[in-house]
């Protein structure tokens, strides 16, 4: 890109391009779970989550040139992840859908049939979030949660890829021939995996083609990427990495800081904590290192002078937001990109305004392509078989 990480705006022709010697991935955020806002904690039903809003993101991002777009999955809040993504394969026509799934809510043959039949919809563009929580009412703790995430996934790549599964593991008991869909087609949907607690690092070795990371500062993100990379390839695979954070961009730094202080100008504490308590993953190891770095944190909020985590005070999951002029956003992307970082999974409110202002300020400075993940099949889990597998 031109200029320093930390210079003015450029002309808005500009249209340098990263010194990343492989394009990075772009994703933007479809906002599925009433979690757009102008400003943080203060509800607008013109915001709140439905089939017209959430396509309208996603149609946007689509036209505007963003690679992929995260569909996100929750049970109190918002609309089905599921349901939108077979319509929204319809209504999009060239990025792909990264479909959040949580892993026990349908049978794994189940699971197989409908993940194929969105990737049909959707021309082979679907990408697959697993998410590894408890279901609604269920006690279970990180560990076992994980080592239940590794047995459904691995059956579930062996289903989609149109081989049968013979497994007696902890969690999973199955014998079954793949649906007849992937027999006919078999398919490799990337999957994207995220995790900071040790169980969730081993997991994401075993079972994920990209390993998400929630922002931090680039020494510890380069320190997980080495440790996650170390793990899969003692299992005999390979990984790529991806970034999940919101912007705010504008012309100038300035302009940028007065958007993020307008953000929060009508939040109070209270609405906040209630907020963050509603996720299911209010209590991980990820959760707590967000609220490390907020904890860590200048009064302004920014932990460093381009990360801040003012978000994360009305938000359980992912708390930082990189903030700056399109130069100063760039170069942050940029510096992730040379820590390891190969995906983007950006957001901003409201989502629909600033996708615009992304697609405008930074997507020109990126070399950006939907991520090629060739396929690293799954570590089998401890015990578990495939039929036919030595």
């Keep these: 890109m031109r200029g320093s990480r930390d210079g003015g705006a450029d002309d808005p022709g500009d249209t340098g391009v990263t010194g990343v010697d492989a394009p990075v991935e772009?994703?933007?955020?479809?906002?599925?779970?009433d979690d757009d806002y102008e400003y943080l904690g203060v509800r607008d039903p013109a915001l709140a989550s439905s089939w017209a809003h959430c396509a309208g993101i996603v149609?946007?991002?689509?036209?505007?040139?963003f690679d992929n777009c995260l569909l996100p999955s929750g049970y109190?809040?918002?609309?089905?992840?599921?349901?939108?993504?077979?319509?929204?394969?319809?209504?999009?026509?060239?990025?792909?859908?990264?479909?959040?799934?949580?892993?026990?809510?349908?049978?794994?043959?189940?699971?197989?049939?409908?993940?194929?039949?969105?990737?049909?919809?959707?021309?082979?563009?679907?990408?697959?979030?697993?998410?590894?929580?408890?279901m609604p009412g269920e006690r279970l703790d990180g560990p076992a949660r994980y080592r239940r995430t590794a047995e459904w996934v691995w059956a579930l790549r062996e289903l989609l890829a149109g081989r049968p599964v013979d497994v007696d593991g902890e969690h999973l008991r199955l014998r079954v021939d793949p649906p007849r869909i992937c027999r006919e087609t078999p398919r490799h949907l990337p999957v994207y995996f995220g995790g900071l607690s040790e169980e969730a690092r081993e997991c994401a070795a075993r079972i994920a083609d990209v390993y998400l990371m929630w922002p931090d500062v680039p020494a510890r993100i380069a320190e997980v990427v080495a440790d996650v990379r170390r793990r899969a390839a003692a299992h005999g695979r390979t990984i790529e990495f991806g970034w999940r954070s919101h912007v705010i961009v504008r012309a100038t730094e300035d302009e940028a800081r007065a958007a993020a202080r307008r953000l929060v100008s009508r939040l109070d504490d209270a609405t906040g904590a209630a907020i963050r308590a509603r996720s299911l993953d209010a209590a991980s190891a990820g959760v707590a290192r967000q609220r490390e770095l907020r904890d860590d944190a200048d009064a302004e909020g920014y932990v460093a002078r381009h990360l801040w985590t003012g978000v994360g005070r009305a938000r359980s999951g992912a708390g930082v937001a990189i903030v700056g002029d399109p130069?100063?956003?760039?170069?942050?992307?940029h510096e992730l990109a040379h820590a390891g970082v190969r995906a983007f999974i950006l957001s901003g409110y409201p989502h629909g305004e600033e996708c615009e202002l992304v697609a405008r300020h930074v997507l020109p400075r990126l070399a950006h392509a939907p991520l090629a993940t060739p396929p690293s099949p799954a570590a089998s889990p401890a015990g578990l078989r495939g039929a036919g597998r030595p």
């Design 26 to 33: 772009v994703a933007w955020f479809a906002a599925l779970c």
């Design 59 to 65: 149609r946007r991002a689509d036209a505007l040139g």
């Design 76 to 134: 109190e809040l918002g609309i089905d992840a599921t349901a939108f993504a077979a319509a929204a394969a319809r209504e999009t026509s060239r990025m792909r859908l990264l479909l959040a799934v949580r892993l026990g809510e349908l049978v794994v043959p189940q699971l197989a049939r409908q993940l194929a039949t969105l990737d049909e919809l959707a021309g082979g563009r679907l990408t697959v979030n697993a998410i590894s929580s408890e």
């Design 327 to 333: 130069d100063q956003v760039g170069g942050t992307l």
